[in-house]
C-alpha cells in the first residue's frame, strides 16, 4: 500500500491521471476482503465440532464388493485357462476363446463411464444390485448353452458380455465405499480388502476350470465337465445377488471420517461431471497414474490370458498346473495386497511404494524371460511368476487410494471410473498385440515386450507426487 501511495503521489505531482493505479488499488482491497472472508468461513468450519462415527454395516457392504467382484472376475478368465479344451469342443480358435474374455474390456470402455453417471443418479445400494442381477443372468445363459456346441459359443458370448456390463458397473467402487464407509485409518486398507477379493476370483477363474475340466478324449465327457463348471457359477451367481439386496446400503448416517463430512460440509458435489473430468485431466500427477495403472493392468490382463497358451508349448501335458501357477499367484497378492494397504495408512508413502512396486517387477520380469529363454524347469518360471503377481498386483491398492489423495474433493467413484477406464482400454490394445505376438512372433519376444512395459511404468513413478489435499482429522484422532 506505501508503494502504492507514493507511485499515486508521483503521478499526481507530474499532473498524470492515476485511474489505473486507482482502479487497481480498489481491486486489492476487494480481493483481500474476499480472502479474508474465505479465511473466517474455513475458520468457522474447523471449529465445529465433528465426531466421525463407523458402522459395523460397513463390513457387510464391503462383503457384498467381494463376494459379488469375486464371482464376476472368476467368469471373466475362466476360458482362457482351459484355452485349448474350449477350442476343441466348440470348434473354435484361440482368438475366438480371448475373446470371450476381452469383452469384458470391450464393453467397460463405452460402459464405465456412463455406469459412474447412473451410480450418481440411483446410489451405490442400487448400483450393486443391479450388477449383481446382471451377473447371474450372464453365468444363467452361459450354462443354457454348455450341451450345445452349435449354439453354445454363442450363449457363452452373449452371457460374457451381460457379466461385462455388470463389471461396468461396479469394479470402480472401492475406493468409493473405502471413502463413505471406512475410518480415515481404514481406507487403504478397506481397498487393499476389495482388490484382494478382485484377486481371489481371478485366481478361481483360473484354478476351477483347471480343476472341474479335463482334457478327455470324449466331447461328450468334456461336455459334461464345461456343465458342471458353468452350473457351479450360475448357482453361486444367484446366491450372491441375494446376499446383495440384503445387504448393500447407500451410505452410513453419519460419515466415517474428517474428509467424508468436510466434502459434504462444502458441498464439494455441487461442480458439473464435466467440470471434474476437466480438474482431473488437467491433474498430470494423476494422469500419470492412469498410464501406470493402465499398463500394469494390461500386462495382467495379458498374462492371465495368454498363459496357459504361452507355456503349453513348452510344457505340454501342464494344463493343470499352469492353472494353479495363476491360481496361486493372484492368491499370494492377497496378503501383499492387505499389508501394502496397513502400510498405506499408517505412513501415507505413495510414491515411495510405487517405485518400489514397479522397480521389482521390472527386476522378475527380466529374470523370467531369461529364464525361459534358456528352457529351465517349469518350476523355476512358476517361482518367479509367483513373485511377479504378488508384488505387481499390490499396485492396484496404492493406485486407487493415492488418486482419492491427490484429487480431492473430487468424487472417488469419478476418479476410480477414470483409473479403470483407461485400463480397460489399454488392456483391449495389449492383449489383442500380446495374442499376435504370441501367435506370429514367439513367446520369448512377447515376454521381453512385457519387461519394456514395465521399465517404462518404472520410470514414470518417479514423476509422482506423494501427498495431495486430503485433508485429516485436525486433532490426529481419526478413526
Known amino acids: 500500500m506505501i508503494c502504492l501511495e507514493t507511485f499515486q503521489t508521483d503521478c499526481e505531482v507530474q499532473g498524470v491521471e492515476c485511474e489505473s493505479v486507482k482502479s487497481f488499488e480498489e481491486r486489492s482491497e476487494t480481493e483481500e476482503s474476499s480472502n479474508v472472508r474465505i479465511i473466517e468461513n474455513m475458520e468457522q468450519f474447523e471449529v465445529i465440532e465433528f465426531t466421525p462415527k463407523v458402522y459395523l454395516r460397513r463390513w457387510a457392504v464391503l462383503a457384498s464388493y467381494c463376494l459379488l467382484t469375486m464371482s464376476n472376475l472368476a467368469s471373466w478368465f475362466s476360458f482362457s485357462a482351459i484355452s485349448n479344451i474350449i477350442q476343441r469342443y466348440y470348434g473354435i480358435n484361440l482368438v475366438q476363446v480371448n475373446w470371450l474374455a476381452m469383452a469384458f474390456s470391450t464393453v467397460s470402455i463405452f460402459l464405465m463411464i456412463p455406469s459412474y453417471h447412473l451410480l450418481e443418479r440411483i446410489g451405490l445400494g442400487m448400483i450393486m444390485i443391479l450388477a449383481g442381477f446382471l451377473n447371474a443372468l450372464g453365468c ?50 478397506a481397498i487393499a480388502i476389495a482388490v484382494s477379493a478382485d484377486s481371489f476370483g481371478m485366481a478361481l477363474g483360473y484354478f476351477l476350470p483347471t480343476s472341474i475340466v479335463k482334457n478327455k478324449s470324449s466331447l461328450e465327457e468334456v461336455g459334461a465337465d464345461i ?38 460440509s462444502i458441498n464439494a458435489q455441487s461442480h458439473s461431471a464435466i467440470s471434474g473430468y476437466k480438474i482431473l485431466l488437467r491433474n498430470k500427477h494423476f494422469l500419470t497414474i492412469l498410464n501406470i495403472h493402465g499398463i500394469l493392468f494390461s500386462i495382467e490382463s495379458i498374462f492371465l490370458v495368454a498363459l496357459n497358451e504361452l507355456l503349453i508349448g513348452k510344457f505340454p501335458g501342464y494344463e493343470r498346473q499352469i492353472g494353479i501357477m495363476a491360481s496361486v499367484g493372484l492368491i499370494l497378492s492377497i496378503p501383499t495386497s492387505f499389508l501394502v494397504g496397513i502400510l498405506l495408512d499408517r505412513t501415507h508413502t505413495f510414491k515411495r511404494v510405487t517405485l518400489v512396486t514397479t522397480g521389482l517387477c521390472s527386476l522378475l520380469t527380466a529374470l523370467l524371460s531369461i529364464l525361459f529363454y534358456i528352457n529351465v524347469r517349469f518350476y523355476f518360471l512358476f517361482a518367479t511368476y509367483l513373485a511377479i503377481v504378488a508384488v505387481s498386483c499390490t499396485y492396484y491398492t496404492t493406485a486407487f487410494d493415492h488418486c482419492a489423495e491427490l484429487t480431492y474433493p473430487i468424487s472417488e467413484a469419478q476418479s476410480g471410473v477414470l483409473l479403470l477406464w483407461i485400463a480397460q482400454v489399454y488392456s483391449l490394445i495389449f492383449e489383442q498385440s ?3 505376438v504370441l501367435l506370429y512372433i514367439g513367446a520369448e519376444e512377447l515376454l521381453f515386450c512385457v519387461l519394456g512395459l514395465y521399465i517404462i511404468i518404472f520410470i514414470l513413478s518417479f514423476f509422482l507426487k506423494n501427498r495431495g489435499p486430503r485433508p485429516s482429522q485436525p486433532n490426529g484422532s481419526s478413526l
Do not use: H
Open 140 to 189: 444363467c445363459v452361459k450354462y443354457a448353452g454348455y450341451s450345445k456346441p452349435t449354439i453354445g459359443y454363442l450363449l457363452l458370448l452373449i452371457g460374457s458380455i451381460l457379466c461385462a456390463i455388470a463389471t461396468s458397473a461396479f469394479l470402480f467402487l472401492p475406493s468409493k465405499i473405502a471413502a463413505t464407509w471406512f475410518g480415515e485409518k481404514e481406507r487403504a486398507t
Open 434 to 436: 500380446g495374442s499376435w
Open 227 to 264: 456343465g458342471t463348471l458353468l452350473l457351479s457359477s450360475a448357482v453361486e451367481a444367484s446366491v450372491i445377488f441375494i446376499i446383495i439386496c440384503i445387504t448393500i446400503k447407500d451410505q452410513p448416517q453419519t460419515p466415517p471420517n474428517y474428509s467424508e463430512s468436510k466434502k459434504l
